[in-house]
């Protein structure tokens, strides 16, 4: 699966994949290029620069890979969430009741 | 000069800039009240259709308190740039805004402790819920409290207003329209305050920087001073060590540690409880995902804005040992180098701080009080309009209690080190397991809670001060708390039933989480709500 996947159903973007992990690394990435980035710039250091453009870079393709399959979980599960409620209660009572 | 007293001077258009801040925002409640009064959802999610960037700002605006600058500050002027990976612990919401925010915002949850009843099941989690209702309840009215202290501090320190004044004044004018607007008032004022905080703090900055002669300048002074060290992120005393006055790599390595890995679990740090109410207040999935993602990407930028700012400060006042003196350092920028007019908005800009914090924990206080204690156990029936109502009187209840706590707090550094992460570092690894692994039961959680309490308070106060424990550096005692909590939770999770299975099977069909729920996934599948290949049939029509 390409890791710059666009086209996400909604069940395959139910899934946890190598996307949210892939994501979830540039994004602490992101956060720790920042932190020193940020402040090494404003002391006008290179190391500053450097790490602050690191820190855009991964942010831009955390964008790249998760965006699409967070809009497929949303529009999706918001359509749906009133439904789901309805029917997994149903069944869970079903299945409870059976057991005893 | 008195150190703790600075007796600003303001013109009638710095004047002017405070009065009309403070008009916008009591005009908030006003125009809201309409909104905030329809329903419960309303009043404490703002009927859960917000874009991302409205929560985003919030948990901006709510994390930038008016004790925040004290105490990063505290930590820079101590530490040097080293300091700042304090502050890296905001990085929770990394991680959390894909894994943990997605969770939870499927689970429809309106607070944590309601989250706590889908999680588990029986008494286990009625008791998990009443008492993190009750815990949460506190803690909220403990924040206000500490927050109001430093604007307490800070009026005194300006204008030699009483510490009671500073505490009382503008909580209370916050409190307006938090009883009004609910949720909605804090929401869309916590917008306007959260731009306005942060212009604000990025003018006072950059202009402390400029008063010290500029980026390069400090660097020279710096090295000057033999604290070149000071610009470096990564200067540490040795890889470990037992010396609370040192900065360790062990100390890096625990809060960097702590802060991303942190994101997984749902209630981890204090500050996942506001968070929690800002993912169900967005619209989708997505929305709470962004939301939580910039909120906290923004609190990164604006920490190393104000840790260089203190290095600024550093270097024209080097040489102050009282904690209670360098904690004001960003303040003193700010109002020492202003020009007048400016003043006016530099104060305008720490009210919104302020307010911004306070509204955020009034509403979410009340929203425990209210929805897990009044609605979950006192009156079940209750309709809506009794729960807004029950809603403003809670508020009423943490306001005047938040005035007690408050006047008694003194320094925010040492405070805030314990509340942020070492009164939480038994429920660090309990607050992932329960996120990831279906055999973690509501009793081992509820017994994580109760013993962390118990020996946050031994290890980091008690026994160091009757000579029984030395004093530990931070990074031993949150090591030290997460092993001696670990070996109350791990027997009694094994000790107990695991809870209901078709009460994990309909949170996990709901919720998604992630990690270890093989057997709670089978029988999702057994069922027919979930098909082999891990698609709900629900969604196929199958």
Redesign the interface.
Known sequence: MSLFKRDWT???A???TSH?LV??IL??L???L???????A????TWGWVALVLSMVCMVLMFKI??PK??A??????K??A???A???R???W??GD?R | MDETQLLVHFTPLDWMWTVLFILLMTLCGIIFYNLGKKSESDFFLAGRGLPWWLPAASVYATHTATDTPMWIAGVIYKWG?RG?WYS?F??WT??S???ST?IFR?S?AMSQAEWQSLRYSGLGAELLRGWLAGWQTFMNMFVVAWVSAAMGKVCLYLFGWPPWFGVTFFTTICAVYVLTAGYWGVIMADFQQGVIAFVVITLVSVWG?AEAGG??M??HKLTALGQGWR?D?FHFDGFWGLDADHFYTMDFITL?VMA?IGGIGMGNFIDWYPEAQRIQSA?????A??AI?AG??AT??R???W??SI?AFFVMFPGIHAEGQYEMGWFRLGFEYLPAGLLGMFFAGIIAIHLSTISSHLNLGALYATRDLYHHYVNPEASERTLVKVGRINTVFLLAGSFLLGLFMQSITSWLIFALWLQAAGIWVPSILQVVWWRFNSWAYLSSWIANLVMSWLVVWVLPAVGVLPELPNWANFWLLVVLVALVYVPVTFLTEPD?R??L??YY??A?P?GFWGPVRRDAVR???VTP????K???GR
């Open positions: 909604p069940i395959e139910e899934e946890w949210d994501a979830s994004s602490i992101t956060f720790f920042a932190t020193i980035g940020i402040a090494g404003l002391l006008l250091q998760i965006d967070l809009r979980i949303s529009t999706d599960f918001e749906k969430e439904k789901y409620l029917e997994i209660d069944v869970t009572r299945e409870a057991e | 740039l700042i890296f905001a990085a990394a991680l805004a894909f894994i997605r499927r429809m920087i980026p390069l400090i660097v610009i992120p960097l991303t619209k989708t999935v997505r929305d995902s962004y993602w906290g990407f990164i930028f920490n190393a804005f840790a260089v290095l209901e078709p009460h099977v309909k069909v709901m998604r992630l069922l027919g709500l290949s891990g698609d709900l629900l969604e196929t």
